[in-house]
């Protein structure tokens, strides 16, 4: 069955980055019928493993991913790791090394001395005698001397590495026993049935190392994806300088994770030229050969349209429940859904889209002075005293608010734009609103006479 997995080493979050090739895994897994694991990578980091799982799966709920079977740690592996590192020593695949630091010192020391590359010499590779006493021995694996390892990976294509100019007997397990990085890594990926590995393409230089441990253990070799980076707008590696941090964090700013899912499978993949991609049809598209063999630029203007797009398309329901998260229920709130339609046409975050609708709910407890001073003199101060008087308290509609608004101003042979910014200032406290004659529907007229008069008695 088709198995790709997310093996995040444990931060204690998901940056976004990650969130990206777990994204590509799952596409993957999903479109094909196969499965999706998860596993962390908690080796070096231990105390971390429940918090990162934690944070993950938190993510990975608030984007709906998911993952399939229990998770696995690294951590609680060791057993298996050992058994098949005694399997290498047994078949001769691996050995025991010896060597001291200092005798390592020396070899770096006379190769960077050579201008060469620092290399272990493979000293006790074909070694029979008396072991040195009182040396807790590495074991590593015997690499092959010469010849090339290649590979074509789904995205970079065929690559090969000459084993001389990059390879020696590399350590397997350290002298207290415990295994590297890149033992377990096969190990597990070949014990869970992985079949499609697709990570970032810092791994790359792993590749051939995991190589010669699948070919040494008999493992089938899977397929690799190596997804070149995500560069902040300024070229540089994505870092949290660039905003990118937790992906939780991206929830708190009043991103949508349609808006993210869609902001990331675009950061290295297309089709065409489309732009908006629904999970729905990120299933039916996306292919991991077609990944992009660059890297991707950061944007935040254009995550931010997606948001804004995301935010203008989805059913109410579904942001009426995204936004109790920021403290509002606008089922709760009378013609709620009014006023989120209203908003939701300009509004670019859900924080955007909260600030907006306070305004209109809450009486405004300052004004804009600057607006005040741009747009507030002795005749409109007039006119909107004129018009607050003239204001029966029936609630209106939309257009009927507006209708009589215009025969108001007929009346007093003045345009809506002599009225407009005040009525707008009075309302919501600054110059920006959607439509007044919809705001107006949503407060009501008796509302709106007394924020006029406040806003007048302010004056
Ligand atoms: N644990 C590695 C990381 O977080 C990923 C290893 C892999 O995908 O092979 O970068």
Same mark, same amino acid.
């Not at 979050?13 to 908690?42: M, P, Q, V």
């Not at 944070?55 to 060791?78: H, M, P, T």
């Not at 077609?290 to 944007?299: C, G, I, R, V």
């Given at each position: 069955?088709?198995?790709?997995?997310?093996?995040?080493?444990? @931060?204690?979050?998901?940056?976004?980055?990650?969130?990206?090739?777990?994204?590509?895994?799952?596409? #993957?897994?999903?479109? &094909?019928?196969?499965?999706?694991?998860?596993?962390?990578?908690?080796?070096? =980091?231990?105390?971390?493993? *429940?918090?990162?799982?934690?944070?993950?799966?938190?993510?990975?709920?608030?984007?709906?991913?998911?993952?399939?079977?229990?998770?696995?740690?690294?951590?609680?592996?060791?057993?298996?790791?050992?058994?098949?590192?005694?399997?290498?020593?047994?078949?001769?695949?691996?050995?025991?090394?010896?060597?001291?630091?200092?005798?390592?010192?020396?070899?770096?020391?006379?190769?960077?001395? &050579?201008?060469?590359?620092?290399?272990?010499?493979?000293?006790?590779?074909?070694?029979?005698?008396?072991?040195? /006493?009182?040396?807790?021995?590495?074991?590593?694996?015997?690499?092959?001397?010469?010849?090339?390892?290649?590979?074509?990976?789904?995205?970079?294509?065929?690559?090969?590495?000459?084993?001389?100019?990059?390879?020696?007997?590399?350590?397997?397990?350290?002298?207290?026993? $415990?295994?590297?990085?890149?033992?377990?890594?096969?190990?597990?990926?070949?014990?869970?049935?992985?079949?499609?590995?697709?990570?970032?393409?810092?791994?790359?230089?792993?590749?051939?190392?995991?190589?010669? =441990?699948?070919?040494?253990?008999?493992?089938?070799?899977?397929?690799?994806?190596?997804?070149?980076?995500? &560069?902040?707008?300024?070229?540089?590696?994505?870092?949290?300088?660039?905003?990118?941090?937790?992906?939780?964090?991206?929830?708190?700013?009043?991103?949508?994770?349609?808006?993210?899912?869609?902001? +990331?499978?675009?950061?290295?993949?297309?089709?065409? %030229? %489309?732009?908006?991609? $629904?999970?729905? /049809?990120? =299933?039916?598209?996306?292919?991991? #050969?077609? !990944?992009?063999?660059?890297?991707?630029?950061?944007?935040?203007?254009?995550?931010?349209?997606?948001?804004?797009?995301?935010?203008?398309? +989805?059913?109410?329901?579904?942001?009426?429940?995204?936004? !109790?998260?920021?403290?509002?229920?606008?089922?709760?709130?009378?013609?709620?859904?009014? +006023?989120?339609?209203?908003?939701?046409?300009?509004?670019?975050?859900?924080?955007?889209?909260?600030? $907006?609708? =306070?305004?209109?709910?809450? /009486?405004?407890?300052?004004?804009?002075?600057?607006?005040?001073?741009?747009?507030?003199?002795?005749? &409109?101060?007039?006119? +909107?005293?004129?018009?607050?008087? $003239?204001?029966?308290?029936?609630?209106?509609?939309?257009?009927?608010?507006?209708?009589? @608004?215009?025969?108001?101003?007929?009346?007093?042979?003045?345009?809506?734009?002599?009225?407009?910014?005040?009525?707008?200032?009075?309302?919501?406290?600054?110059?920006?609103?959607?439509?007044?004659?919809?705001?107006?529907?949503?407060?009501?007229?008796?509302?709106?006479?007394?924020?006029? *008069?406040?806003?007048?008695?302010?004056?």
């Amino acid at each position: 069955m088709l198995t790709t997995r997310f093996a995040p080493s444990p @931060t204690g979050f998901l940056h976004i980055g990650g969130l990206r090739t777990a994204l590509y895994s799952y596409l #993957y897994a999903r479109k &094909n019928g196969g499965k999706f694991l998860l596993r962390i990578e908690d080796t070096d =980091l231990k105390r971390n493993s *429940q918090e990162a799982t934690i944070a993950i799966r938190e993510a990975f709920n608030w984007c709906g991913l998911d993952y399939d079977g229990e998770v696995e740690y690294q951590s609680k592996r060791f057993d298996i790791y050992k058994k098949y590192i005694d399997q290498l020593l047994k078949d001769g695949k691996a050995y025991k090394c010896y060597t001291t630091q200092e005798e390592l010192a020396q070899m770096r020391a006379e190769a960077e001395a &050579n201008k060469q590359r620092p290399k272990y010499d493979g000293r006790y590779r074909d070694f029979t005698g008396t072991p040195p /006493q009182g040396i807790e021995p590495v074991i590593r694996i015997k690499a092959p001397l010469d010849g090339v390892i290649e590979f074509t990976d789904g995205v970079k294509g065929y690559i090969k590495f000459n084993c001389e100019d990059i390879l020696d007997d590399f350590i397997i397990a350290r002298s207290d026993g $415990s295994p590297t990085y890149n033992f377990c890594v096969v190990i597990d990926d070949a014990l869970m049935g992985v079949t499609h590995i697709i990570r970032g393409d810092d791994h790359l230089s792993n590749t051939p190392k995991q190589i010669i =441990l699948y070919e040494a253990l008999g493992f089938k070799i899977p397929e690799f994806f190596h997804v070149a980076m995500i &560069n902040g707008s300024d070229g540089a590696k994505l870092s949290k300088r660039h905003g990118a941090t937790d992906v939780m964090e991206y929830k708190n700013m009043g991103y949508l994770p349609e808006a993210l899912l869609n902001f +990331l499978v675009r950061l290295g993949w297309s089709h065409g %030229d %489309d732009e908006i991609f $629904s999970m729905h /049809q990120m =299933l039916e598209l996306f292919d991991p #050969y077609n !990944l992009s063999k660059s890297a991707s630029t950061y944007n935040p203007s254009k995550l931010e349209w997606l948001n804004a797009h995301y935010i203008k398309t +989805l059913p109410f329901e579904r942001l009426a429940d995204d936004m !109790l998260y920021f403290g509002l229920d606008f089922r709760a709130i009378n013609k709620g859904q009014m +006023l989120l339609d209203l908003l939701r046409e300009r509004s670019k975050t859900l924080l955007e889209l909260k600030a $907006s609708a =306070l305004a209109i709910i809450n /009486q405004p407890t300052n004004y804009d002075q600057n607006a005040v001073k741009k747009f507030i003199n002795d005749d &409109n101060k007039l006119l +909107l005293s004129e018009f607050a008087n $003239s204001l029966g308290n029936a609630n209106m509609d939309a257009k009927a608010v507006e209708e009589m @608004t215009n025969e108001f101003l007929t009346q007093k042979g003045k345009k809506l734009k002599d009225l407009a910014q005040p009525i707008r200032i009075a309302i919501t406290g600054s110059a920006v609103s959607p439509s007044i004659f919809e705001v107006i529907e949503f407060i009501g007229l008796d509302e709106l006479k007394s924020r006029i *008069q406040n806003f007048l008695k302010s004056l």
